[in-house]
């Protein structure tokens, strides 16, 4: 969120005539980016959030955010009342489920967004583990690999394969997430292995979805940081969201796979596929595993059981 300097010294004065319902529309709009996001949030008009928001200024007496055709921007001192009032609100929702899960079993609904395979291929266990240990918790879990927004209106938490997480989200590591390139014995009998990251220009190759047509593949050898660091643009024959199904592609030999190593985990312990490049460390989406939230939104108990439960199981 941005952060624009304009205040007016006599603004302190005026804010004890500032409403809790105004400090949470405050809230609402700067947490929507604009007023008419902000309306569609609180199902009602772009008008009346405007007019709530003009009276809002009014009982201030000083302008609280800027307005744009797109955005709207707090001015500074409609920041500092924006942290305030996000801490109010917090408190405010914090009691309302006290209020209304006394005496009652831990309960309410936590929104996970996890990537497609290593949630079904990782995951999945310990979502079924936690549901049956919260079973009045309505988990709804979604599977997608979108990074450009980490946290949406229906998510509470987000697992994602990063590079790095962006500044403006609490992220807690998950630990790491290790690409290989493979293919089954029968395969490389009859076609040979690359031996390379610049020879699998020249085979197919079976990977995840990526942006764009090409796979932008970077691999070094030795420590990140320290070695040269490659970067070979590649041209997938099969590509899928679905990481169970690359698998299966992999097993039936129709080229050499680059993906996470948990997806053909218990197939190389068996020997039946072969990882090649062993010597190279791979990444396409980034290396790191990050469990994401908005630092400023309200945490319910079940969503900070299900963040806590999550954390224990990476630290198993």
């Excluded at 302008?63 to 405010?92: D, F, K, S």
């Excluded at 993906?259 to 020997?271: K, W």
């Amino acid at each position: 969120m941005a952060r624009t300097a304009s205040s007016s010294p006599a603004a302190a004065d005026a804010l004890p005539q500032v409403e809790l319902a105004g400090l949470t529309l405050l809230v609402d709009i700067l947490d929507a980016g604009n007023l008419s996001q902000a309306a569609q949030r609180l199902k009602t008009s772009r008008a009346n959030v405007s007019y709530h928001l003009n009276q809002l200024e009014k009982a201030a007496g000083v302008q609280l955010v800027r307005r744009t055709t797109r955005r709207v921007e707090p001015t500074e001192i409609g920041q500092r009342l924006y942290e305030h009032a996000q801490v109010i609100r917090n408190e405010m929702l914090a009691a309302r489920e006290t209020i209304a899960t006394l005496g009652q079993g831990l309960q309410g609904r936590v929104g996970l967004a996890v990537p497609s395979g290593y949630g079904q291929m990782v995951m999945s266990d310990w979502l079924i583990a936690f549901k049956r240990a919260y079973p009045a918790i309505v988990l709804d879990v979604l599977f997608e690999n979108r990074v450009d927004d980490l946290i949406r209106d229906d998510v509470d938490v987000a697992v994602r394969i990063l590079h790095e997480p962006p500044p403006n989200v609490v992220a807690r590591d998950m630990g790491r997430v290790r690409y290989l390139v493979c293919a089954t014995r029968r395969w490389i009998a009859q076609h040979g292995a690359p031996t390379t990251p610049q020879a699998l220009r020249s085979v197919p190759l079976i990977t995840a979805s990526v942006p764009g047509r090409h796979v932008r593949l970077r691999a070094w050898q030795g420590e990140r940081g320290k070695a040269e660091q490659h970067e070979v643009m590649l041209e997938a024959s099969l590509i899928s969201e679905h990481f169970p199904f690359l698998r299966q592609a992999i097993l039936a030999d129709l080229g050499v796979g680059l993906v996470p190593d948990y997806v053909v985990a218990s197939e190389m312990a068996s020997g039946e596929v072969v990882h090649l490049l062993a010597d190279w460390q791979l990444s396409i989406f980034g290396q790191r595993i990050a469990l994401c939230w908005l630092p400023g939104r309200h945490q319910t108990r079940a969503v900070r059981t299900c963040i806590d439960f999550l954390l224990a199981h990476r630290e198993a």
